[in-house]
């Protein structure tokens, strides 16, 4: 079995244009009601009998998440990246516990951390988070660094540090306007 | 800590094992409904040891990142190094030098050498079996000694980055790293007598905490209790990462899917690891460790994606990584080997196991919290 | 499965022969652990050679370093004058910050051990609070494994063989990736900024060529330097002396940076879409300046960006004084100078050509008809050698000669010419001289190390064919009997250090008088202002030292509304920078000035 075989198999079965990222593996791209045909296509049919990796990433410029399913077949070390982009508001994404026994896990872990709900579900919400009420944290709108100004307090004792750029600014009398601000230094 | 609490149904008690218990490194708490000495049904809790890792990553730069990245598990962090600089590489194309190939190739075997040490200590350990943790973790000292000549640190080496090593192999390294792999050889005997030939240990493995094989993969099993139930999957074979296309070396592969089979594969894995270090001592080629990085502030990766694999001592661990054009990563995502053994594994086989196997289980699976919650 | 697995239970019996070995621990106080030769324990800094760039606390993701000031280390150029203070509650020994110190000043110690109760006390400055780690350095970064790229982007240039043949541009730009790699070196330290006489927005701008902005780059670079492409091309790059790359390495190439950007403007029209700076409502306060050298088109553009009514009095016929007439055109085009003042043109600037104020037209009637005067007549004389014979026909004042050329006229300098003097201008008496086809000799007092030109230019120079004594002072020149050049004579000197201390000074060497044949000689030893048209009343209350005005930090003149700049005042270094410098700092004291007027 080849990438090709595979590339050409779901081509011809769901009409979907497969490619190469590296080596072995193939990327392919759906709508996100094709995804639970095409995985269970691809285990049972094709033996892709070992999922290795459930991920999710927001893309909030373009307002989806993207989920990436990856499968492998362990006899031709194969794998597919199975993705699908949903919408941020109000996501959810069919839920495939059934599948394998640790979708469940994934599933738990990416509804807590983006917010993706799965209908019919039932595993408890709580998993990594503990009384959490923020915003879910994996989501790019999520602010860290608020967050940890708001949660935690800096021990004092550090308020004589410069940044090295203002230090010499205020020396020389540089005025830095605003849109050159941008690109100095953090 | 155990704590009791009475279930309605007045046969069955509710047991909490953890969050702190011996068995594994770091803080998870297994609840479990048991009947009289039998467990009924387990669910694994975590949330102890999150620590946000992946978020931070979103906020630092590629490099930056590396130093937080080794952290994900304590007991072997340098696979999480190499899965990610590996990944780094394959979204650039950025080509690795020989020498730094064969280094990283040792690098990860003497991991995996000090991790199945301590290993050793904690399946011991939950048996009762006190004086081969005592002696596998001094032992370990050797491996973290060579890793503080290589790297300048023990436990968290920084050392595989993005392109290649960081520092070159210093000067007599090889030969002291050939004279603790004699060492280390002579020692398997004792070990082997100490767990192996002990009869305590025997009748507390064998047939216990069954992966059924016809499952194992399906439950993304990996690494050593895979190789128990049979199947001798290795991404190291499968897709020869590093050096390890040009070295020879077997994957030992056991039946039984029980603890028992799990502890002979890693207590041959040790050999092999011996095995594939001293052959890339040998073979070691010259010529620069370090494809270089441009300047690490201003470094940006072309927009894409990557999924890269490593056999690490638990199992497969894989890196998710998206860049999308900028100098910080859009997304790092691990897949740790932990993250299926850890929780839905062990809650499938502790049903009918005796209360007393559970650390002792979850020893020999692998499980790791830092890396399951990250 | 027997009752009792006796083999089982006695094996691990075997365990016990371990008691009579030597334990593989060591006793603790009495013995300790070996330190491995790459341990990253505590820091050791160098602060001496630390310059306080800052990059180990920009890298340092734990937040872990500040940028603290330390008693007795004082801020000077290339120097911030912080040090990195290190809160070893946060640091993870990563030795990040080591691996990006670009001086090597940062490294890391065998020290790992400290106890106290006293969080303050782990908060160490490296260096100041560990002065004893300096003999315990175990890593370090040196050049080869620094993550700090030390080679410069070359530039690419024409061969000397085709250089020699006309007047091309000789640097040929930075391509577009090239600017991108070279740009990704900088660190944005900023210590570079301190040495530029305007305080241009160095690391922001070069990080907008990193990013791909070359038109936010452009748009920062105008913000206080109106001729930068200019400045892209010959500018005297003090900034990169000062580079926190240059200590260990070669500075990031500032200047072609610069004029990478500048040059991604191909017109005027595109400067000022590209800038498209804030112009304030005319205020009617008129302002004049005498002199369209760079001190007078900088305050000129400025004072019009912020509303005045600017005329510039010029003697000659096109703009740019100096860097037009003295600076030769393979390194800065005729093209180059003219977009860049068509672009201050549209902005309202105006300009009057060959009106020489004393005799076109009189300083008084200038001042009269202006609210305020800024004067930039930079220097137009050059010095004479002072020997015998330098009245001799084909003998030429360095600033004479080029400003022919540049005027696009071909004096004939016969087969061989002799330049005297070190500097810029003597580099491009010499390498113009090649260009017309003759043979140079460069006579210099000191050695070629000693002299003030850039090297690069000292470079191409020997690159072309220039020959260069040094240790050679002249002594007289030879004329034939029509009167004309003939020859030159000089003597060796040797270099005797002085009693006080300071430059090796240049001593003749009895007897070591040589003849070199030659048909033209240029002198290339300096120039002097003349004030000539300034009337007796204005000089008396001006202040001259060494024949050039004395200004105070504002550019303000002993004379009432009378501003100066550029060459021909005390102040700074003299080369085109600074003259900016003077015309931009002018017109914010002149705006000042009036605002404070109207208030």
Known sequence: MTTQDIIRALNETFELKAEVLHGNQIRVSMHKKQVAPVLLYLKNQWGFIHLDHVSCVDWIEENVFELVYIVYRPQDQLTVLVKTKIHREHPEMENMEGFWPHMRTYQREIREMFGIEFPGFEAPREFILEGWEEIPPMRRDFDTRGYVKRTYTTRPGREDAWSVREYITRRTGEKLPDFARKYSRD | ?374 | MSIIDLKGLLVPLGALKQIAKEPHTIKYPDQTKEISERYRGFHYNDLDLCIGCGNCSTICMNEAIDMVEVEDIEGKPGDSGLRPRIDYGRCCYCALCVDVCPSGSLSMTADFIKVSEDAFDFLMIPGKDNPGGKDKITFDASTDTSLNLFERVPMRELPPEERVQSFAEVFLGYTEEEARIEASRCITCGLCTENCPVHMHIPEYINAISRGDDEEAIRIIYDNNDLPEMCGKVCTRRCEDVCALQVRGEAVAIRWLKRYATERAENADMIRRIVNPEIREPNGIKVGIIGAGPAGLTAGYYLALKGYDITIYEAKSEPGGMIMYGIPKYRLPYDSIQKQVDYMKSIGVKIHFNTKVGKDISFDEIYNKHDAVFMGVGLQKGYTLGIEGEDAEGVWAAVDFLGLVNEGKRPDMGKRVVVVGGGDVSMDSSRVSRRLGAEVVQLYRRRIVDMPADDEEIEGALEEGVQIIEKAIPTRVIKDEKGRVKGMEYVRAELVPPEGGGRPRPVPIKGSETVIECDSIIAAIGQKADFGLLPEKVQNSLTFERGKIKVDDERRTGYPKLWAGGDAVKYGRVDAISAIADGFYAAESIDAYFMQVKA
């Open chain 2, 1 to 374: 800590m155990i704590m009791k609490t009475t279930s309605e149904r007045n046969k069955q008690t509710t047991l909490f094992i953890g969050p702190q218990h011996p068995g594994i490194t770091g803080n998870m708490m297994v609840k479990l409904l048991v009947e009289g000495d039998t467990v009924v049904r387990a669910e694994t809790h975590i949330g102890y040891l999150h620590r946000a890792f992946e978020k931070l990553i979103e906020q630092r730069n590629w490099l930056q990142s590396f130093t937080l990245l080794c952290r994900f598990c304590v007991p072997e962090p340098d696979p999480m190094e190499l899965t990610y600089a590996r990944a780094v590489e394959a979204i650039e194309g950025r080509e690795v030098p020989p020498r730094a190939k064969y280094i990283r190739t040792i690098v990860a075997e003497l991991a995996r050498i000090q991790s199945f040490l301590l290993w050793y200590g904690g399946q011991a350990g939950s048996a009762g079996l006190y004086t081969l943790g005592q002696w596998t973790v001094g032992d370990r000292n050797y491996i973290l000694d060579l890793f503080e000549d290589l790297t300048g640190a023990r436990i968290y080496h920084m050392y595989i980055w993005p392109g290649g090593v960081r520092r070159d192999l210093p000067k007599g390294w090889a030969d002291k790293t050939r004279r603790v792999l004699d060492y280390l050889e002579k020692r398997l005997d004792d070990y082997n007598r100490l767990l192996f030939d002990n009869a305590v240990f025997q009748k507390r493995a064998q047939g216990v905490g069954i992966i059924p094989k016809d499952k194992a993969l399906e439950w993304g099993v990996t690494g050593p209790p895979l190789k128990g139930t049979g199947i001798g999957n290795d991404v190291r074979k499968d897709e020869p990462y590093c050096a390890y296309g040009e070295l020879d070396f077997d994957i030992p592969v056991y039946e039984g899917g029980d603890v028992w089979a799990r502890a002979l594969v890693r207590r041959d894995e040790i050999k092999q690891s011996i095995r594939i270090i001293r052959q890339a001592l040998d073979k070691m080629p010259g010529g620069s460790y370090y494809n270089r990085i441009p300047n690490p502030m201003k470094w940006r990766l072309p927009a894409g994606e990557a999924w890269v694999k490593t056999e690490s001592v638990r199992g497969e661990i894989g890196f998710y990584v998206v860049s999308d054009g900028t100098e910080k990563p859009r997304r790092v995502h691990l897949r740790g080997a932990a993250y299926t053994h850890g929780i839905s594994v062990l809650e499938k086989i502790l049903p009918g196991q005796n209360i007393a196997d559970v650390s002792f289980i979850l020893n020999s699976l692998g499980a790791c919290p830092p890396e399951m919650e990250r």
